[in-house]
């Protein structure tokens, strides 16, 4: 979902595993030449989800490049179901889970999010979520209650969640891991 942390919690968790962090909507702005938002007012969703859905099968098709990556995606990126294969198969996800009304808390002065430029935000949210959660759920691996802990602590019930799956130790992190928002 939007708000969740996922571009925060995703650079850190990067740092720690010593990997790189890639942003798929920053790629997407840069192949377009624009924000997100100008592309949506311009082309529609419809569009948006076209190129989301063809940079994601790049990166993943590419390993994301490096190894460890961590891959955070918009919170659409799950609509569609050859996305949430790609996802499932190719990458470790994991949903940071928050509530709709936790998320407004964050993102009630927010203008830049295309989808929230609505009349009520919250009741956006909550459609949203109501949409999207049970496809998080089953796209994802591993799933972290967001509420309000540090980022740094989010890092860490990540790293611990990896760890406890055998995906980490000492030896060895993770191939990529992806933070659906």
């Known amino acids: 979902m939007p708000g969740a942390g996922k571009t925060t919690v ?10 790189h962090f890639v942003d798929l909507d920053a790629r997407i702005e840069e192949r377009v030449g624009c924000k ?11 569009a948006f989800r076209d190129l989301e859905s063809q940079a994601l099968a790049e990166l993943t ?15 659409g990126i799950v609509l569609r179901p050859a996305n949430r294969a790609l996802l499932r198969e190719g990458w470790t996800v994991v949903y940071l889970q928050s509530s709709p009304e936790e998320l407004f808390r964050r993102l009630r ?5 295309p989808l929230l430029q609505v009349a009520n935000p919250l009741a956006k949210l909550r459609e949203l979520y109501a949409q999207r959660d049970p496809l998080y759920r089953e796209t994802a691996h591993f799933i972290i209650e967001t509420g309000r802990p540090s980022v740094t ?3 860490n019930m990540i790293l611990m969640q990896l760890e406890l799956a055998g995906l980490l ?11 659906p928002r």
């Open 109 to 113: 002065h927010d203008t830049q999010r």
């Open 153 to 155: 602590t989010l890092v």
């Open 10 to 19: 995703g650079r850190q968790l990067a740092r720690r595993l010593a990997g």
């Open 61 to 75: 098709a590419q390993g994301a490049t490096q190894s460890p990556a961590v891959l955070s995606t918009g919170g």
């Open 36 to 46: 997100i938002r100008a592309y949506f007012e311009a082309h529609g969703e419809e």
């Open 169 to 179: 130790d000492a030896r060895r992190v993770p191939s990529s891991v992806v933070l």
